[in-house]
């Protein structure tokens, strides 16, 4: 099913790209919410950002003000005149956000991952022109993502558009969330007329990370960003490490190099970030495969087997050979590769057997 889009028609915001979107995490305070939102706004930002409603990973953190925090939201539009944007996850949030004039909904990564959630926020549109920011689900399943945007277009609403935040993963690394981003290269070339939004905050989950996230988003030529921007970020009540101030939101968007869409996709450098992100779950997938290595080195020394089975060894190499070939890769290269790794398998449990 084709998507049925229309442009996201964001009344007094700048349609150049790319579309910029900033504000805390989390509605904390009426204070902190209008003193974040006119310095946001004093930094060229249009449309205003902040959690309502806040999921949280474990209970007895802050979940959001709440319907208390949807005024603060009003005030922010009457003094900076900027749109608001905040995320539903119900059907009575979609209710009373819409009743206080928020402009833009969000729905949140673990909404997203959830077919009957999204059905019940579709249903609760139905009827309702607003735009809705899409973000992808937690797992990394374009199938998924695209499917709860299919359900949200086929209740009318044709004003979409997607965030991409990153997939959670067990592995610890410098994400908070990995990037991934061949799935939204991917899903770019399935549906070309849907603006990608970038998130850098809720992938890199550290403030670091966001300016090369954001100019790798760019590059990628992604239609805008949404940057989580607090007065006092290390005060905040929500994802403390990945917030900015709007001064220092502002030196990141200067220094952002905006390039035309047509001459990014093919760049020599755009390529190479992608050699160096596959590059990158290359490690970290051997790095998984050696671990498993180990554990079957436990497993032997328990049970007295040698390190090395040479049926299995020549099987490995065979089958990755061969299906190496199906992929267009010369078997000579997979045989070479696979020496190299189980060298170091070997190398590895030889070092849990002698312990
Ligand atoms: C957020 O934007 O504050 C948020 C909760 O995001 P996500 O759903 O991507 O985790
Ligand atoms: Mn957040």
């Known amino acids: 099913m084709e998507l049925d889009l229309q442009p996201l028609n964001l009344p007094g915001v700048p349609t150049e790209r790319p579309l910029l979107i900033a504000g805390p995490c989390s509605a904390e305070t009426e204070e902190q919410v209008l003193s974040t939102a006119r310095q946001l706004r004093a930094a060229g930002i249009h449309v205003f950002r902040a959690g309502v409603w806040k999921p949280r990973t474990k209970p007895g953190g802050f979940e959001g003000q709440g319907e208390a925090a949807l005024p603060w939201m009003k005030r922010v539009k009457e003094e900076t005149s900027m749109l608001t944007c905040t995320e539903v996850a119900t059907p009575h949030h979609v209710e009373l956000a819409l009743e206080a004039g928020i402009d833009v909904l969000w729905i949140g990564a673990r909404t997203s991952a959830n077919p009957f959630a999204v059905q019940e926020l579709a249903s609760a549109l139905r009827g309702v022109d607003v735009p809705v920011l899409y973000k992808n689900p937690v797992n990394p399943d374009l199938e998924l993502w695209i499917g709860g945007m299919q359900r949200l277009n086929a209740a009318g609403i044709r004003r979409l558009a997607t965030i991409h935040r990153g997939f959670s993963s067990f592995e610890k690394t410098i994400y908070r969330n990995l990037p991934m981003w061949h799935?939204?290269?991917e899903l770019r070339r399935r549906i070309p007329d849907l603006p990608i939004l970038c998130d850098p905050s809720h992938i890199g989950g550290r403030?670091?990370?966001?300016?090369?996230l954001a100019q790798q988003a760019m590059d990628l030529g992604f239609d805008g960003l949404i940057i989580e921007s607090h007065t006092h970020p290390d005060e905040a009540w929500s994802d403390a490490a990945q917030q900015i101030t709007p001064e220092v939101l502002s030196i990141i968007l200067d220094n952002l190099v905006i390039r035309s869409t047509a001459d990014t996709t093919e760049s020599l450098k755009t390529l190479r970030r992608q050699i160096d992100e596959m590059d990158n779950d290359l490690i970290q997938l051997l790095s998984k495969r050696m671990?498993?290595?180990?554990?079957?080195?436990?497993?032997?020394?328990?049970?007295?087997?040698?390190?090395?089975?040479?049926?299995?060894?020549?099987?490995?190499?065979?089958?990755?050979?061969?299906?190496?070939?199906?992929?267009?890769?010369?078997?000579?290269?997979?045989?070479?590769?696979?020496?190299?790794?189980?060298?170091e398998s070997v190398r590895q449990q030889i070092e849990i057997i002698n312990n």
């Open 183 to 185: 799935v939204p290269i």
């Open 207 to 212: 403030r670091e990370l966001i300016a090369s």
């Open 291 to 343: 671990r498993v290595c180990r554990e079957i080195a436990n497993f032997k020394k328990e049970h007295s087997i040698a390190v090395v089975q040479p049926n299995r060894y020549s099987e490995i190499l065979d089958k990755r050979g061969a299906q190496g070939v199906l992929c267009g890769i010369g078997s000579d290269c997979i045989k070479t590769v696979f020496e190299a790794i189980h060298t």
